[in-house]
């Protein structure tokens, strides 16, 4: 049988759900098995796949710490590209204790690049020719962006300002490492924010959502101005899928959506189709829930992403506009009523946490 047997460490997630729902529905990159290896933490949901029916699909809960699980999923499964999206990811988490970051996202990445390296190694002929590791990164690792500064090229140099930041940059440089050491067949992608379906509400935009739904207040720090490059996560899925069908050995690239906009625009946009889908009683309008908050340490004020290379290379650009993706996910997460029961328990289990 012909396809991709694919590990992908982290597919509970956000963003690697999204791309596992992604690979098996399409066809250009055919998949024979995709393993997703999750310890199931507290940002990792089986309900993300809930109602994935496929035979190639298969989850293994396990910890890319745990080396040799790791190795018999290698083996067993004979895989021939892995990606890693397994992660902590929140920033506001990270400033708060960052000792569990640097525990999941170096001590991990590390971990996982000796099993992956020693398995590599075991291969030969074209198998060892066609193996490939993508290390999912993020345009934190970069820092901030000025007003008038072009967007990140894959040239920019490092400069994390937090710790989730300083954890994913460590786990690249452990990646460009093995793949210059050892050569081990490395790509690494950089993305700019993502949003879209299945999104924990730790983060901006389904914490706004579901507060606006409840009519509670909609928290923003500091004066709201700070700028992000949002892409809608079914695009940057698709760019990981055409990554793998075309990108070189050795290279970065970069994902963004082109949409820049301040935290504030993004809420008020969010406010105006709550006000046309569910209006407030009395008149009131959602905008004033908006509530301008202590800014968080070490804010970034603009990320944003040149996407030339990938639009080059790769053929790929995004589908969707702002407007279009947060209509998308704002009527994902009304209609998502189990969905939205697990996002309350989730707030509630980080209280007690």
């Known amino acids: 049988m012909s396809g991709k047997n694919i590990l992908v ?8 759900s999204n791309f596992i729902h992604a690979a098996l529905r399409q066809e250009a990159v055919p998949v024979r098995t995709l393993v997703n290896l999750d310890a199931l933490t507290y940002a990792g949901s089986v309900e993300n796949l809930s109602g994935l029916d496929d035979a190639r699909y298969v989850l293994v809960r396990g910890d890319i710490n745990d080396g040799p699980l790791t190795a018999q999923l290698l083996r ?7 990606f890693n999206f397994a992660a902590e990811s929140h920033v506001d988490r990270s400033i708060d204790e960052p000792a569990p970051f640097v525990q999941a996202n170096v001590v991990g990445a590390v971990r996982l690049l000796e099993s992956v390296l020693a398995y590599y190694r075991s291969l030969s002929g074209r198998r060892r020719e066609d193996f490939r590791v993508v290390q999912i990164s993020t345009d934190e690792v970069y820092g901030s962006l000025d007003a008038a500064d072009g967007g990140f090229t894959e040239t920019a140099r490092y ?16 990646a460009w490492s093995f793949h210059r050491t050892y050569g081990l067949p490395l790509l690494v992608s950089h993305c700019s924010n993502n949003y879209g379906p ?15 739904r409840a009519g509670r207040p909609l928290p923003v720090y500091g004066s709201g101005a700070q700028v992000r490059d949002w892409i809608y996560v079914a695009d940057y899925a698709a760019g990981l899928l055409a990554l793998l069908a075309g990108g070189r050995v ?40 908006i509530r301008l908050v202590a800014d968080r340490p070490g804010h970034d004020f603009r990320y944003a992403m040149n996407t030339d290379k990938v639009r080059a290379e790769l053929g790929w650009r995004p589908s969707h506009d702002f407007a279009g993706g947060i209509e998308k996910t704002a009527r994902w997460y009304l209609n998502q009523p189990a969905w939205r029961a697990d996002a309350v328990r989730y707030e509630r289990r980080l209280r007690r946490d």
């Open 198 to 212: 299945r999104q924990l509400p730790e983060k901006l935009i389904p914490l706004l959502i579901l507060n606006a």
């Open 159 to 174: 400069a994390p300002s937090n710790p989730y930041a300083a954890s994913k940059a460590a786990a690249d440089h452990f």
């Open 250 to 289: 050795g290279e970065s690239y970069h994902f963004g959506g082109g949409q820049e906009l301040a935290n504030l625009q993004v809420a008020e946009k969010i406010c105006d189709l709550m006000d046309a889908w569910r209006p407030l009683a009395g008149g009131a309008t959602h905008r004033a829930l």
């Open 9 to 16: 460490t982290g597919g509970c997630g956000f963003i690697g």
């Open 76 to 82: 067993a499964y004979q895989i021939d590209t892995v």
